[in-house]
């Protein structure tokens, strides 16, 4: 079945940087577009962007758009949200998802301290 170990959540300060990841397991990972979600505290769950197949493309909102690059690497099964200029409004916890699988990781924290 589909696994995924997440990783790289925590604390920074306005201003700084963040990368999380997501590493996949129980799937041919290169197949599937991939997407980033965050939900902050009150909030709905919102997309952050999302990435195709073989990362050549990548789409994101304009809530990170300039500031987030999506990136993933097929050989190790991992994808990866890497998140500048981070500021309060970023505080959520985020979310991998395989898109056509409707699958979700469990989700990281972030919390940018002002």
């Known amino acids: 079945q589909v696994q995924v170990v997440?990783?790289?959540?925590?604390?920074?300060?306005?201003?700084?940087?963040?990368?999380?990841?997501?590493?996949?397991?129980?799937?041919?990972?290169k197949d599937y577009a991939m997407?980033?979600?965050?939900?902050?505290?009150?909030?709905?769950?919102?997309?952050?962007?999302?990435?195709?197949?073989?990362?050549?493309?990548?789409?994101?909102?304009?809530s990170v758009k300039g500031r987030a690059t999506i990136s993933r690497d097929n050989a190790r099964s991992t994808l990866y949200l890497q998140m500048n200029h981070l500021t309060t409004e970023d505080t959520a916890v985020y979310y991998c998802r395989v898109r056509a699988m409707d699958y979700w990781g469990k989700g990281t924290q972030v919390v940018v301290s002002s």
């Open 35 to 62: 997407s980033w979600y965050r939900q902050a505290p009150g909030k709905e769950r919102e997309l952050v962007g999302t990435i195709s197949t073989t990362g050549a493309m990548t789409r994101y909102e304009d």
């Open 6 to 29: 997440e990783s790289g959540g925590g604390v920074v300060e306005s201003g700084g940087s963040l990368t999380v990841s997501c590493t996949f397991s129980g799937f041919v990972f």
